[in-house]
C-alpha cells in the first residue's frame, strides 16, 4: 500500500506524516518514508515505487504521473488544504518568501485543487479538523488504510503527536516506538519534517493591515467557496 500524503504547502501535511508513521508503528508494520524535494524526484520515486510495499510519499505538486499513479487501488490518497490567507503567511514565515511570491505560490497551488478532488478514494482533509478535531480525524484516516483503531489507541496517537508539534527536535531523531523499521534511502535511515504547530487565523496577525485587505480581495472567492470568516 502507498500512501499519497499531498496538497496546499503549509497545510497539515507534515502532521498527517507524523500520524501515518505511528498508526503503521502501531500495527508493527514495516514501511518506508519517502519526502521528495523536487518534481523529478517525486516522478522517479513514482516510477519505480513497490505497490506491494508499504511507503508514505509526502509530496506538494501534483504531477501527471501522481495523477496515474493516484488510480491504482494500491494507492491511498490524501489531500490537504488550508485558509489561503493562512498559507500565504506562513509561506512567509517558513519559507522567507516575499508577500507577492507567497500569494503567487498559494495561486498555482490552488489551482490543483480541482485535480485532486476527482482522484477515486481520496480523503479530503482541511487543516481546521487537524487543529480542532484530531481524533475522529485519526480515526478515519486509519480506516481508509483498513485498521479499526481502538479509541484509546486513537488518542494516544493524537497526544503524541500534539507533542511533537510543541518539541519538534524528537520528531527528526527517526526512532520509532514499536521497533518498526523505517526506510527512507538506502541506508535505511529517516528524516522527518518537523510538525508545526496549528494555528488558524494567523493571518489577522501576521499580516500587516494593507496586506490582509490585499489577500482578502484576492482570496474572497476561495474564502467564500471553503466557508472562511472574512
Given at each position: 500500500?502507498?500512501?499519497?500524503?499531498?496538497?496546499?504547502?503549509?497545510?497539515?501535511?507534515?502532521?498527517?506524516?507524523?500520524?501515518?508513521?505511528?498508526?503503521?508503528?502501531?500495527?508493527?508494520?514495516?514501511?518506508?518514508?519517502?519526502?521528495p524535494t523536487s518534481i523529478e524526484d517525486l516522478n522517479q520515486i513514482i516510477g519505480t515505487m513497490n505497490v506491494h510495499e508499504r511507503m508514505i510519499l509526502k509530496f506538494d505538486l501534483l504531477t501527471e504521473e501522481a495523477i496515474q499513479a493516484a488510480q491504482q487501488d494500491a494507492v491511498r490518497p490524501f489531500y490537504h488544504y488550508r485558509d489561503p490567507r493562512d498559507v500565504v503567511c506562513t509561506s512567509m514565515e517558513l519559507q522567507q518568501a516575499s508577500f507577492s511570491d507567497a500569494v503567487?505560490?498559494?495561486?498555482?497551488?490552488?489551482?490543483?485543487?480541482?485535480?485532486?478532488?476527482?482522484?477515486?478514494?481520496?480523503?479530503?482533509?482541511?487543516?481546521?479538523?487537524?487543529?480542532?478535531?484530531?481524533?475522529?480525524?485519526?480515526?478515519q484516516m486509519a480506516t481508509q488504510l483498513g485498521i479499526l483503531l481502538k479509541l484509546d489507541a486513537v488518542s494516544r496517537i493524537a497526544e503524541e503527536v500534539r507533542e511533537l508539534a510543541t518539541q519538534p527536535a524528537a520528531l527528526a531523531t527517526g526512532e520509532t516506538t514499536t521497533g518498526a523499521s523505517v526506510r527512507i534511502d538506502q541506508e535505511?535511515?529517516?528524516?522527518?519534517?518537523?510538525?508545526q504547530p496549528l494555528r488558524i487565523g494567523k493571518w489577522r496577525d501576521d499580516l500587516s493591515q494593507s496586506e490582509q485587505a490585499m489577500v482578502n480581495r484576492f482570496f474572497k472567492p476561495l474564502v467564500t467557496q471553503f466557508g472562511y470568516a472574512e
Open positions: 500500500m502507498i500512501i499519497f500524503n499531498f496538497g496546499i504547502p503549509n497545510s497539515g501535511t507534515d502532521w498527517s506524516q507524523a500520524v501515518f508513521k505511528k498508526i503503521w508503528e502501531s500495527q508493527n508494520y514495516t514501511f518506508q518514508v519517502e519526502e503567487e505560490a498559494t495561486v498555482s497551488a490552488y489551482q490543483e485543487i480541482h485535480h485532486a478532488l476527482p482522484l477515486p478514494g481520496i480523503m479530503v482533509i482541511p487543516y481546521e479538523h487537524i487543529a480542532e478535531n484530531a481524533d475522529a480525524l485519526i480515526f535505511h535511515t529517516t528524516e522527518t519534517s518537523v510538525v
